[in-house]
C-alpha cells in the first residue's frame, strides 16, 4: 500500500479512504452545494414545519460556504459533488445519507426515497472519476445518517430509512466488529439526529428517541451530554467532530455548546440557520472520505 503526497492511502491505482471512529482529524470530505435546496415534498418534521417558507438559497450557500471555509482553515480537503442539472434533488446537500468511510474504506449505502436515488449514481461517478476505491450496499436501504463507528463497534440506527436486509448485510460486510442495533422513534430522521459520539467515550444523546434499555447501554459506554425535544429539534446532536476535541455546532445551542465547552471542547460555531430548515446540520452535509487516526 502506497501514500500519495495528500497523505491518501493507494491501493493499486485506487485511493482508499479511512476512518476509524467518529472523532479522528478529518482530512478530506465530500460535500455538495446547496444550490437545488429546496424542500419539495417534506420528509420529515422540520421540513413540514418550514414547507411554507421553504428555504432561501442564496443564505443556504452562503452559510454552505462559511462551512466550508471553516474546514478548510483547520487543514480539511474539501471535494465537491456535481450538482444535478435539473432541479429533481432537492436533497443533494446532505451527503452524509450517500456513504461513509471505514477502517475497511469506502461504502456507499442505499437511499430509501426515491427522489433521492440519484443523488448516489452522482457520487459514484464521482468516486470513479476522483479514483477512489468504495464498495456498494446491495440490499434494502441504508442511510448512512444511521451509521456511527467507534473503534470495533459499528451502531446502526434501524429507522424509517434503514432497514433490516440492510443490516444483515452491513453485518456480513463487518463480521469483525460489533454491530448494535438501535431502534430509533419514527419521528425521528437518523441516527446522528439523536446520537452523536463527538469524543472517545463521550455522547450527546437525545434518549426520548430509544427504548430505555438501549438509554442504558449508550450510557454504560458514553457519557452523555443529554438533549431535550427542542434542542433535538434545532439539530443539537448534529454537529461534526473534526480531531482534536474541535466540534463544529450551531450558535443557537447554548447549552449544548456551553457543556461541551466545560468538558475541554473547541467549539466553533457556525450559522446553519437556513439549510437546518431541511431537517441536517453539520454531520447531515459532510461525507469524510480521510480521517488520520
Known amino acids: 500500500m502506497l501514500k500519495t503526497e495528500e497523505g491518501e492511502k493507494v491501493m493499486g491505482n485506487r485511493k482508499q479512504g479511512y ?18 435546496m429546496k424542500i419539495k415534498q417534506p420528509l ?40 444535478a442539472d435539473n432541479k429533481t434533488l432537492p436533497e443533494q446537500v446532505f451527503t452524509r445519507d450517500l456513504g461513509f468511510a471505514s477502517d475497511n474504506g469506502i461504502f456507499l449505502g442505499r437511499m430509501n426515497e426515491k427522489i433521492r436515488n440519484p443523488e448516489t449514481d452522482i457520487a459514484k461517478n464521482w468516486l470513479e472519476a476522483e479514483n477512489w476505491n468504495y464498495e456498494e450496499l446491495r440490499n434494502g436501504s441504508l442511510e448512512c445518517g444511521d451509521v456511527l463507528i467507534d473503534g470495533d463497534v459499528v451502531y446502526v440506527g434501524k429507522s424509517n430509512r434503514t432497514t433490516e436486509t440492510a443490516i444483515k448485510e452491513l453485518k456480513k460486510l463487518f463480521f469483525d466488529k460489533k454491530i448494535v442495533v438501535l431502534p430509533i422513534g419514527k419521528k425521528y430522521l437518523h441516527l446522528d439526529c439523536v446520537f452523536n459520539i463527538i469524543a472517545p467515550r463521550t455522547a450527546i444523546l437525545h434518549p426520548d428517541a430509544f427504548a430505555k434499555e438501549d438509554v442504558r447501554r449508550i450510557s454504560m459506554h458514553y457519557r452523555t451530554i443529554v438533549i431535550n425535544a427542542d434542542e433535538q429539534f434545532h439539530l443539537g446532536t448534529n454537529v461534526l467532530s473534526i480531531g482534536n476535541d474541535t466540534i463544529i455546532s450551531l450558535p443557537g445551542n447554548n447549552r449544548i455548546n456551553n457543556e461541551m465547552k466545560e468538558w475541554g471542547f473547541n467549539v466553533i460555531e457556525v450559522e446553519f440557520s ?12 459532510t461525507f469524510p472520505l480521510l480521517k488520520h487516526h
Open 19 to 36: 476512518a476509524l471512529n467518529e472523532y479522528a482529524t478529518l482530512k478530506e470530505v465530500l460535500m455538495c452545494l446547496p444550490e437545488k
Open 44 to 83: 420529515n418534521e422540520a421540513q413540514k414545519k418550514y414547507k411554507k417558507e421553504n428555504i432561501n438559497q442564496d443564505i443556504a450557500l452562503r452559510q454552505h460556504e462559511e462551512l466550508r471555509k471553516t474546514l478548510e482553515a483547520h487543514d480539511v480537503k474539501v471535494k465537491l459533488l456535481p450538482v
Open 274 to 285: 437556513e439549510i437546518i430548515k431541511s431537517g441536517g446540520a453539520f454531520r447531515c452535509v
